[in-house]
């Protein structure tokens, strides 16, 4: 076993575990979807849960449901009458995701949107406490420049994926490599911009951060 996988076990082993369902879920995932690798899994999801009582949001949106293992653990940290609003682009993913959305604990604290955040959340009278972006990699910027406009001051941007697996110490993308180049446009925008306060987690994929001033 290598250090790296050793130290992964040792991880999961002295933290909170993710419960039957998320395990289940996790199992299916990996089963029936391809890139199952962009699951949250149990240590981001745990993490994010932590976050979200940390910060302890009314409404929180998140961009990128996939097979919703992040929106449930999101959900679980969630206070009475908050609110978690997840959007998933990809129609082919409903008949998946619903059910376990749905059939979970949180359901009541759920809401699932199939289609493109970009144009939907501009149209919700929604002023948000907490994203988690975890969508189309070209697209990052305008997630989160859409994002700063609904989110109050002082609430928070979790943005995953943002080291890419290593991608963006790449100087020259090739061209049709699009989703490295707008995750360093994303990097690089976020690290100049006065707006936020950011800090870069080096766990996993990377996950940056950021609190609107």
Known sequence: MKETDALD???LQHIDEEGDYLKALYRATHVKLL?????????????????VQ?????QVLEIGTYSGYSALCL????????????????????????????NSPYSDKI???IGDALQIVPTMDITFDMAFMDGNKRFYVEYYE?????????????ADNT????????????????????IKKFNDLVAADGRVEKVILPM???LTIIRKK
């Open 35 to 51: 890139r199952p690798r962009m699951a949250s899994g149990h240590l981001q999801g745990r993490m994010l849960k932590m976050f």
């Open 54 to 58: 940390m910060i302890r949001p009314k």
């Open 75 to 102: 959900a679980e940290g969630l206070e009475d009458g908050a609110m978690l609003h997840t959007f998933e682009i990809n129609d082919e993913q409903e008949d998946f995701t619903r059910p376990w959305l749905e």
């Open 163 to 182: 080291l890419w697996d290593g991608h963006v110490l790449e100087e020259n993308p090739h061209h049709t490599d699009l989703q490295t180049i707008g």
């Open 111 to 113: 809401k699932f949107y």
């Open 9 to 11: 076990d040792y991880i």
């Open 204 to 206: 996993r994929d990377g």
């Open 146 to 158: 859409m994002i700063l406009k609904q989110l109050r001051s002082g609430g928070y941007i979790l």
